[in-house]
């Protein structure tokens, strides 16, 4: 069973910072390939960041310089820090393994709410 939680989502003003947290169970992050997904009301789920290793991170064009993705094998748990937020960047944020993206199974998420 893999169970991922995501948290750290809120409302916050553009050009300020949110730190997302994603907590697993099942699955070893320093095993497994992790990533960062969202979705903005209306459309279709995108790629945000995706963490391997530490020769293996890559980000979307959209975020990248901006958000930095990591994760703490200890406490298997995953982070999303995002800074100069934008309102485009307004979505729910989910985080999921390469298994779970490829069966299009999903968790909860946390909102991210971006103010002009």
């Known amino acids: 069973q893999v169970q991922l939680v995501e948290s750290g989502g809120g409302l916050v003003q553009a050009g300020g910072s949110l730190r997302l947290s994603c907590a697993a169970s099942g699955v070893i992050f320093s095993t497994n390939a992790m990533g960062w997904y969202r979705q903005a009301q209306g459309k279709q789920r995108d790629f945000v960041a995706r963490?391997?290793?530490?020769?293996?991170?890559r980000y979307a064009d959209s975020v990248k310089g901006r958000f930095t993705i990591s994760r703490d094998s200890a406490k298997n748990t995953m982070y999303l820090q995002m800074a100069s937020l934008k309102p485009e960047d307004t979505a729910v944020y989910y985080c999921?393994?390469?298994?779970?993206?490829?069966?299009?199974?999903w968790g909860q998420g946390t909102q991210v709410t971006v103010s002009s």
């Open positions: 963490i391997t290793s530490a020769v293996d991170i």
């Open positions: 999921n393994t390469d298994l779970g993206h490829f069966r299009n199974k």
